[in-house]
T-cell receptor, first 109, second 114 residues
């Protein structure tokens, strides 16, 4: 079946850039999403990229997609303490999402 | 708009009890799903629906039933609760399959089975 893999933990200093990586197996994916989950909360859609795109920029967020290697990354510029959360990569099948296990981002002052 | 509303937010059940987790959305979304989130496991799909009257199983359907009699509601039933069903449950909806809207998630139901 489909599989989505992420590194589990990333620690950065405030003001640095953060890069969270994700790999997926489903070559028929149409959309790939990044969700953010703060403690005790639901999932918030951060951004997405359509499968025929290489890059998408949205304010401090940059998504890069390497479709050949099935590799997705999320770069957060000027990371703030409020960015501390779990970030999930999700691969869109036709009717559902397959999630990675999440990357916990810890931002220290 | 309220978005996706889940009730209750917290629930404690005894082993063997049954209950229904409610999910309602007011966005006229066709697609709805139930996920469970366990530490270190990410989110795993339990059941999903692509429209009223249509449901299908996800990755971990055992012990759960769903029905979709209206576009708005997608309840999840636990038939006979077990400690392994202790988890946080999320309901989500999307207008159609694979779109730039993504899925909108409810705030979750934290279930403990003792």
């Amino acid at each position: 079946g489909e599989d989505v893999e992420q590194s589990l933990f990333l620690s950065v200093r405030e003001g640095d850039s953060s890069v969270i990586n994700c790999t997926y197996t489903d070559s028929s994916s149409t959309y790939l999403y990044w969700y953010k989950q703060e403690p005790g909360a639901g999932l918030q859609l951060l951004t997405y990229i359509f499968s025929n795109m290489d890059m998408k920029q949205d304010q401090r967020l940059t998504v890069l997609l390497n479709k050949k290697d099935k590799h997705l990354s999320l770069r957060i510029a000027d990371t703030q303490t409020g960015d501390s959360a779990i970030y999930f990569c999700a691969d869109s099948g036709y009717s559902t999402l397959t999630f990675g296990k999440g990357t916990m981002l810890l931002v220290s002052p | 708009n309220a978005g996706v509303t889940q009730t209750p937010k917290f629930q404690v059940l005894k082993t063997g009890q049954s209950m229904t987790l409610q999910c309602a959305q007011d966005m006229n979304h066709e697609y709805m799903s139930w996920y469970r989130q366990d530490p270190g496991m990410g989110l795993r799909l339990i059941h999903y629906s692509v429209g009223a009257g249509i449901t299908d199983q996800g990755e971990v359907p055992n012990g759960y039933n769903v029905s979709r009699s209206t576009t708005e509601d997608f309840p999840l039933r636990l038939l006979s609760a077990a400690p392994s069903q202790t988890s946080v449950y999320f309901c989500a909806s999307q207008p159609t399959g694979g779109s730039d809207y993504g899925y909108t998630f409810g705030s979750g139901t934290r279930l403990t089975v003792v």
